[in-house]
């Protein structure tokens, strides 16, 4: 099936539906993180990932390996071992993924400064606006 006809709607369905998975900030940093250093620990990746909550990794984690992206390994082990790597369809999701961490990397001072001029031209025409006073009906 291509996607590149949008106007049908089964077409934007099925963008949606993948964008909705792959497009949150945790799934990419799991794949991207995953796809460079290989099959890894639950705590491993923890550390890897600034700023995931323990319980953001999991549902992060549980949805990706729903998906078929990622793959959970248990060890019958004392404590049990547990090690989630990209599956073979998670793994095409590399080349993209990677190239939008280079694209951020290489842009992000850009886009910093673009919002730093939208908020200033913003918060002038704000000042600028006669003030409206807002009065409870009683």
Request: proline share 4%; with cysteine; aromatic share 6%.
């Amino acid at each position: 099936m291509s996607l590149t006809d949008t106007s049908k709607s089964a077409n934007c369905l099925a963008m949606s539906d993948v964008l909705n998975r792959i497009g949150d900030k945790w799934s990419v940093m799991v794949v991207g993180i995953l796809g460079q250093n290989g099959t890894l620990r639950f705590n491993e990746l923890k550390r890897m990932i600034n700023g995931v909550s323990q319980r953001m990794l999991t549902l992060t984690l549980r949805n990706l390996e729903r998906d078929g992206l990622v793959t959970r390994t248990i060890y019958p082990e004392v404590p049990p071992r547990v090690e989630y790597s990209l599956t073979e369809l998670g793994k095409t999701l590399q080349v993209p993924i990677s190239g939008l961490w280079d694209w951020s990397a290489e842009h992000h001072g850009a886009i910093i400064d673009a919002r730093a001029i939208y908020d200033a031209r913003e918060n002038a025409t704000v000042a600028a606006e006669p003030r409206k006073a807002a009065y409870a009906r009683g």
